[in-house]
């Protein structure tokens, strides 16, 4: 999970590999990647009550990529009239959800698909 997540319960799907461009991951790895993204969007709208989900990759430090040297989708729950990342601030982020309390709530949901028997 994002420790500094724009929404509660926003988290990541990253490779065991580094790699810094798509282009380099195995037709495996990006299959194993899709599978969790697949699977963490229905986390997030069954065990979080999410209405959507936002799916990004920023490919690079020029398209914002926080960590360039090592792909990853950032997975973002979203619900109706939600507040869409604001900002009040000096940069501190509006976030109303205690992150262990969701952190547990969201690895058990990925316990129990017990993704990497299938």
């Keep these: 999970m994002n420790l500094y ?3 509660p319960g926003a988290f990541m799907v990253i490779p065991y590999e580094h790699v ?3 282009e380099c991951l195995s037709d495996d ?11 963490g969007v229905g986390i997030l709208k069954r065990t ?3 209405n959507g989900v936002n799916i990004g990759m920023n490919l ?8 360039a040297e090592h792909v ?10 939600d507040t869409n990342f604001i900002t009040t601030i ?3 982020r509006v976030n109303g959800v205690s992150f262990a309390p ?8 990925f316990v129990e698909l017990n993704l990497k028997e299938r």
């Design 60 to 67: 690079g430090a020029a398209a914002g990529a926080g960590i």
């Design 90 to 92: 000096a940069n501190v």
């Design 5 to 7: 997540p724009y929404s």
């Design 102 to 109: 969701l952190f547990e709530k969201l690895k058990a949901a």
């Design 72 to 81: 990853h989708y950032h997975l973002v729950p979203r619900w109706q009239r």
């Design 29 to 39: 790895t990006w299959a194993e990647m899709s599978r969790y993204v697949r699977a």
């Design 48 to 50: 979080l009550g999410a």
């Design 20 to 22: 810094d461009n798509i």
